[in-house]
């Protein structure tokens, strides 16, 4: 990645592909941008699902995460098991608010071989708090999946947590957690306000402040991954932010097999999985079009920048 940015080069096939499998969820978090895109809260064309797996070469990793829970869907485990037969050497991801990664499902996931397994967690704490909460349940849940894991490394376990305005306590609580768990990473996510009334996040000095604050809690002993961290190879790679590293490699497939540059370009469609293959879709010109206006078309978006622009 870091190398096809400072080339400016992209792959020859997308190298990693997210899915959005359901856009159904069993949280309706103030923060989470689902609302303001109007994603449909539908689980995806299972004709979808079929295409996708006639188009899996040079994919590496599988997202199966959309703006909903993934666990949500009818049939996720059904999902999972259908990739492994298909493609066994694709590295398999999700992301869950962990509520309902309970024993069938953790058995499902150690048998089918996921990879990783990201869990949305904003807080320790119970009561009527923002971001993804009830975490009695999940880190009971989480506790559980760790036990049947053993000493088995995957599916790696990472914690989820969004940067907030005066959230240093939370976030410290976060990682004492994921220490005690002997979690694989805590990830610190900036978070998207943009047309969201009343949201605020921190500023760009505060935000680093709490990914310092993050890594002294961690004292060297859980990784903590922040992507808008101030990192010079991030920097350079990036040329100074202009460039997001993600669209090098990576597509968006909607619920009704829409392919897009990124889940928030959800209405920047460059082809369907049902009407052409992906490597077509990747190399067409409405994504080459994509690519040459994509400084103009992302610059609002800091999602993947050390600095921000809102």
């Given amino acids: 990645m870091f190398l096809r940015g400072l080339a400016g080069r992209r792959a020859p096939l997308p190298r990693e592909v997210q899915l959005e499998v359901t856009n159904r969820c069993n949280f309706d ?24 797996l006639r188009n899996l070469r040079g994919v590496r990793d599988l997202g ?23 493609a066994p ?54 506790e559980s999946l760790l ?15 969004t940067l907030q305005v005066d959230g240093e306590a939370d976030l410290r609580e976060i990682v004492a957690l994921g220490r005690r768990l002997r979690a694989d990473g805590v990830n610190l996510v900036r978070l998207d306000t943009r047309g969201i009334a009343g949201l605020s996040r921190p500023g760009v000095l505060e935000e680093r402040r709490l ?42 497939i909607d619920v009704h097999g829409n392919v897009t540059p990124c889940c928030v370009l959800r209405r920047m469609i460059v082809g369907n999985l049902l009407e052409q293959p992906l490597s077509e879709i990747w190399n067409s010109r409405a994504m080459r079009r994509f690519f040459a206006n994509q400084q103009e078309i992302c610059a609002a978006c800091d999602a993947w920048r050390c600095e921000q622009v809102y």
């Avoid at 993050?214 to 100074?240: C, D, F, S």
Wanted: glycine residues 8%; aromatic residues 6%.
């Fill in 64 to 86: 199966l995460t959309g703006w909903g829970e993934p666990l949500f869907h009818r049939d996720f485990l059904g999902l999972l098991r259908r990739v492994r037969e298909a």
């Fill in 147 to 161: 036990a049947e894991r053993g000493a088995s490394p995957t599916p790696h376990l990472i914690l989820q947590t």
């Fill in 29 to 52: 978090c103030r923060m989470c941008p689902r609302r303001t895109l109007k994603v449909p809260d539908e689980d995806v064309r299972p004709e979808v699902f079929d295409a996708l």
């Fill in 211 to 252: 990914i310092r604050a993050a890594e002294e809690a961690a004292g060297g002993r859980l990784p903590v991954l922040a992507i808008n961290k101030p990192w010079w190879p991030v920097r350079v790679a990036t040329r100074g932010g202009r460039l997001c590293l993600r669209t090098l490699y990576h597509v968006y």
């Fill in 89 to 142: 050497q694709i590295r398999v991801h999700f992301t869950t608010n962990g509520l309902l990664l309970r024993d069938a499902a953790i058995a499902g996931v150690l048998r089918h071989g996921v990879r990783s397994i990201s869990v949305s967690l904003d807080t320790v704490r119970e009561g009527d708090l923002p971001g993804h909460r009830q975490a009695a349940t999940v880190i009971k849940n989480l």
